[in-house]
């Protein structure tokens, strides 16, 4: 085993000039995420350019992500496909993980749709490509379940590739009724009946996901949006949103099948490929791709991210919401508001900082604190909102005391105390199993 590469003080440098295992030579840093670095690199035996991504085995460790990470592996290594990214090998050092990975240089299709709609042939020409791929891993027993702009990439003739499996499923995760039970994914792209207790057909949340980003690419912006964060999930659960005029009526009736929020009803994959809508779309010539410098990438570049920890999940800049005061906070459940109520409780009781007052019904509960600050005492208010009988929507605000000594508390003490009964933190970057 080779030693490990040497970590780089500066964030925009690769780890080491040097040959990863006499066979790489990682150039510019590309992105990162939570858990991995992504560089451009050189088989220096081939000549040829991949993506590197470097993982911490000490990080996904720590956090129990070693099986995923594993999942990952498998996955990708059995899904050949020209619109899926290919995973060429895998090395090891003592502390590192490397992926070598095609390298597509035209980046997400999400930063091309951010920049407005997309002409209809053109979206149907890259939305055919995304059907052929899941489709594709459908035969292979693989469910993807993270299906978004950001995790598709363009490369070269207007091709697209499917990207990041860190959430995928595989048959061996389906329970004895056949059924998916695990929630995941990005909210805004999320089958409603996998905010439900129930299970879920792994197929069925896939091509929900799909629907979404095909409205995405012809209207240019979300088909379930609110200012009210409830209200945002209340339509994603009754599949309740309107197309724009300028979405033709052949592709109108495309997306009500796959929006359809009753699984049992919604348009398969099979299905879809049988219409006539989708056999007569055609691959239109696409100009060529320009590579992105390293200095217009995004923070984090999902389409290369190892699955994230952080509870939270990206509504991204598609979702237009009123900007928030910073001493307001939200998350999502799957649990009872009954336990939600006896975890803020819990957490008032830790060293007798704060005293609890509830509202008869339970969905207001109040923290007091028992002891002045520089601006009284620290006051907490947190309203539960049902959105379904098993998906709760959870506000919190300052209702007193000083901002600074709430924001402290919150990320100290309140965030890691509630992590067992969270399912995503409004405003994070990342979508987030739980």
Same mark, same amino acid.
């Given at each position: 085993?080779?030693?490990?590469?040497?970590?780089?003080?500066?964030?925009?440098?690769?780890?080491?000039?040097?040959?990863?295992?006499?066979?790489?030579?990682?150039?510019?840093?590309?992105?990162?995420?939570?858990?991995?670095?992504?560089?451009?690199?050189?088989?220096?035996?081939?000549?040829?350019?991949?993506?590197?991504?470097?993982?911490?085995?000490?990080?996904?460790?720590?956090?129990?992500?070693?099986?995923?990470?594993?999942?990952?592996?498998?996955?990708?290594?059995?899904?050949?496909?020209?619109?899926?990214?290919?995973?060429?090998?895998?090395?090891?050092?003592?502390?590192?993980?490397?992926?070598?990975?095609?390298?597509?240089?035209?980046?997400?299709?999400?930063?091309?749709?951010?920049?407005?709609?997309?002409?209809?042939?053109?979206?149907?020409?890259?939305?055919?490509?995304?059907?052929?791929?899941?489709?594709?891993?459908?035969?292979?027993?693989?469910?993807?379940?993270?299906?978004?702009?950001?995790?598709?990439?363009?490369?070269?003739?207007?091709?697209?590739?499917?990207?990041?499996?860190?959430?995928?499923?595989?048959?061996?995760?389906?329970?004895?009724?056949?059924?998916?039970?695990?929630?995941?994914?990005?909210?805004?792209?999320?089958?409603?009946?996998?905010?439900?207790?129930?299970?879920?057909?792994?197929?069925?949340?896939?091509?929900?996901?799909?629907?979404?980003?095909?409205?995405?690419?012809?209207?240019?912006?979300?088909?379930?949006?609110?200012?009210?964060?409830?209200?945002?999930?209340?339509?994603?659960?009754?599949?309740?949103?309107?197309?724009?005029?300028?979405?033709?009526?052949?592709?109108?009736?495309?997306?009500?099948?796959?929006?359809?929020?009753?699984?049992?009803?919604?348009?398969?994959?099979?299905?879809?490929?049988?219409?006539?809508?989708?056999?007569?779309?055609?691959?239109?010539?696409?100009?060529?791709?320009?590579?992105?410098?390293?200095?217009?990438?995004?923070?984090?570049?999902?389409?290369?991210?190892?699955?994230?920890?952080?509870?939270?999940?990206?509504?991204?800049?598609?979702?237009?919401?009123?900007?928030?005061?910073?001493?307001?906070?939200?998350?999502?459940?799957?649990?009872?508001?009954?336990?939600?109520? @006896? /975890?803020? &409780?819990? +957490?008032? %009781?830790?060293?007798?900082?704060?005293?609890? =007052? !509830? @509202? /008869?019904? &339970?969905? +207001?509960? %109040?923290?007091?604190?028992?002891?002045?600050? =520089? !601006?009284?005492?620290?006051?907490?208010?947190?309203?539960?909102?049902?959105?379904?009988?098993?998906?709760?929507?959870?506000?919190?605000?300052?209702?007193?005391?000083?901002?600074?000594?709430?924001?402290?508390?919150?990320?100290?003490?309140?965030?890691?105390?509630?992590?067992?009964?969270?399912?995503?933190?409004?405003?994070?970057?990342?979508?987030?199993?739980?």
């Amino acid at each position: 085993m080779s030693k490990p590469l040497k970590m780089d003080s500066t964030e925009s440098k690769p780890e080491s000039c040097g040959a990863l295992h006499g066979k790489y030579e990682l150039g510019r840093l590309l992105g990162h995420g939570t858990f991995a670095k992504v560089y451009h690199a050189k088989n220096l035996q081939s000549g040829k350019c991949v993506a590197m991504k470097v993982v911490g085995k000490e990080k996904v460790l720590k956090v129990g992500m070693m099986e995923q990470v594993k999942r990952e592996i498998s996955v990708m290594k059995m899904v050949k496909h020209p619109n899926i990214v290919e995973l060429h090998e895998v090395l090891a050092s003592k502390t590192k993980i490397y992926f070598a990975m095609e390298y597509v240089k035209g980046g997400e299709l999400f930063a091309r749709v951010a920049k407005g709609r997309l002409k209809e042939e053109v979206a149907k020409a890259y939305f055919r490509q995304l059907i052929s791929a899941v489709d594709f891993c459908h035969s292979r027993g693989v469910y993807h379940r993270d299906l978004k702009p950001e995790n598709l990439l363009l490369a070269e003739e207007g091709r697209l590739k499917v990207t990041d499996f860190g959430l995928s499923a595989l048959p061996d995760h389906l329970r004895q009724d056949g059924l998916l039970h695990t929630t995941c994914g990005t909210p805004a792209y999320v089958a409603p009946e996998v905010l439900g207790k129930r299970g879920y057909d792994g197929a069925k949340a896939d091509i929900w996901s799909c629907g979404v980003i095909l409205f995405v690419l012809l209207a240019g912006f979300l088909p379930f949006q609110d200012d009210n964060l409830v209200a945002m999930y209340r339509k994603i659960y009754k599949g309740d949103f309107k197309c724009p005029p300028w979405i033709s009526p052949e592709s109108r009736r495309i997306i009500l099948r796959l929006l359809d929020p009753n699984p049992a009803t919604r348009i398969t994959t099979a299905k879809l490929m049988e219409t006539s809508w989708f056999k007569k779309t055609k691959l239109p010539p696409a100009p060529p791709l320009v590579e992105e410098e390293e200095k217009s990438r995004p923070e984090f570049y999902n389409a290369f991210h190892i699955i994230s920890l952080s509870q939270g999940f990206d509504l991204s800049p598609l979702f237009e919401e009123k900007k928030r005061e910073k001493e307001e906070l939200r998350f999502t459940s799957k649990e009872r508001p009954s336990s939600i109520v @006896s /975890k803020l &409780e819990e +957490v008032a %009781k830790r060293g007798n900082k704060f005293s609890v =007052r !509830k @509202s /008869k019904d &339970e969905k +207001v509960v %109040k923290l007091q604190g028992s002891e002045n600050g =520089r !601006k009284g005492r620290l006051a907490i208010e947190a309203e539960i909102f049902a959105v379904t009988p098993s998906f709760v929507v959870v506000e919190l605000k300052k209702g007193g005391g000083d901002t600074l000594e709430y924001e402290q508390f919150c990320r100290k003490e309140l965030r890691p105390a509630l992590k067992d009964i969270v399912w995503t933190w409004q405003g994070d970057n990342h979508a987030a199993s739980a």
